[in-house]
């Protein structure tokens, strides 16, 4: 089929300063403390497996010039970050110790090839593993200091229902700084609001990371799953207490254009927050894979066996796509159409196959038509992949 050419997207975004209105969130009563509750490792054993990114003693190294603004907002993460939810999470990504190996390759290549965030979670695999490896790979990669040092470590954490008091969220990020080995953790997100369930335990969840960026612990603020009303409550809240929120990841891609059309994305840019794509490729549903006779395994095959069906004249149109940039793949397309919606994407990896095929999406643009045709088609598809369960209004 014919393309037009026309200019590239863009793919800066602005950092604006927008202070809001002071307002007071109160400390979560501790009054509760002898309530009984579910037994935690039951509760966690639980949500290690379904808090992932869209479902459903280490010798510290040498600070780095991330860590030593800790007043400045993280502006630059990279076009394109790693997501380690597999790294570790056996519930869901069958991880395997003997795949560590595997994993430290996945990660010399990606920071030598420029790669700078990874991001991780306390809730990715049991006893936090895939902090655990990260802070492994990163004290045995054999790089140079400078690009060791330009490493943008981030980790997720889960307001999990005994984390009741804001002294629990500290001291849940001092526990993930002490797995990656670091004295502060370069952008410490939360990984979703408990609006939905708990309100009550908000207060707790905005003071605690709040505390913990005011004591050092953590470098910059970010977000995940949070909607465009809640974003803008804790926008409200955290600029009363002079702390700027730098990134906020939600679940984007093809099938998943939510943030575009609920306002997620608007709220983001008039707040300057930088919008982080997590599960860019769908689960793997847009890489080609996958097929109704061939579905994915495990949960991603129940989850999205009603997606499969259209699936494919949208993979088809991503394929001509491909072919008129000199042959790219259907994982590189779905990448740059994420950069291009002013994103940053974080595909996972769990070999180097995976990671030279994901860096295969930088150094080239998708124009603007050609994203306005793949919007399009994946409007046809008439089947969005389901959101995930923490995500908030």
Not at 76 to 102: H, K, P
Not at 266 to 285: M, N, Q, R, V, W
Not at 337 to 351: E, F, L, Q, S, Y
């Amino acid at each position: 089929m014919s393309r037009i050419v026309s200019p590239t997207c863009s793919s800066s975004f602005r950092r604006g300063a927008n202070v809001c209105a002071s307002t007071n969130v109160p400390e979560t009563n501790n009054n509760n403390k002898k309530k009984k509750l579910p037994t935690p490792q039951k509760r966690r054993d639980v949500l290690i497996g379904l808090s992932g990114a869209s479902l459903l003693s280490h010798a510290p190294y040498s600070l780095s010039s991330i860590e030593q603004q800790q007043q400045q907002p993280l502006t630059d993460i990279g076009e394109l970050g790693l997501g380690c939810w597999s790294w570790g999470n056996s519930f869901v990504w069958g991880y395997e110790e003997s795949m560590d190996d595997e994993l430290q390759r996945v990660f010399n290549l990606a920071v030598d090839r420029g790669v700078r965030l990874f991001d991780s979670a306390d809730s990715y695999g049991k006893d936090g593993r895939s902090e655990q490896l990260l802070g492994k790979f990163i004290r045995e990669y054999p790089g140079d200091d400078a690009k060791k040092n330009d490493i943008i470590l981030a980790t997720k954490f889960a307001p999990y229902p005994w984390r009741v008091t804001s002294s629990s969220f500290v001291n849940a990020a001092k526990e993930s700084a002490k797995r990656f080995g670091k004295e502060k953790i370069d952008l410490g997100q939360l990984h979703w609001s408990t609006g939905n369930y708990q309100p009550l335990q908000e207060g707790a969840l905005w003071s605690g990371i709040a505390d913990a960026y005011e004591e050092g612990i953590i470098g910059a603020v970010g977000l995940s799953n949070y909607g465009p009303r809640q974003l803008q409550k804790i926008h409200k809240y955290m600029s009363s207490r002079g702390v700027k929120i730098s990134t906020l990841q939600v679940q984007y891609h093809l099938l998943s254009r939510f943030p575009e059309l609920n306002g997620t994305k608007e709220t983001c840019d008039e707040l300057g927050i930088k919008l982080i794509a997590y599960s860019p490729l769908a689960l793997g549903l847009l890489t080609g894979k996958y097929s109704v006779e061939n579905p994915p395994p495990g949960l991603r095959g129940q989850a999205y066996k009603g997606v499969l069906p259209p699936l494919p004249t949208l993979l088809e149109i991503m394929r001509e796509v491909g072919d008129a940039h000199g042959g790219k793949s259907l994982p590189q397309v779905a990448l740059n159409w994420c950069m291009c919606k002013d994103t940053v994407p974080i595909p996972g990896a769990k070999n180097v196959r995976q990671l030279e095929d994901n860096l295969g999406a930088l150094g080239w643009r998708l124009s603007a038509a050609e994203v306005a045709e793949l919007d399009k088609a994946a409007e046809k598809v008439g089947v969005s992949t389901s959101q995930n369960i923490f995500q908030t209004a």
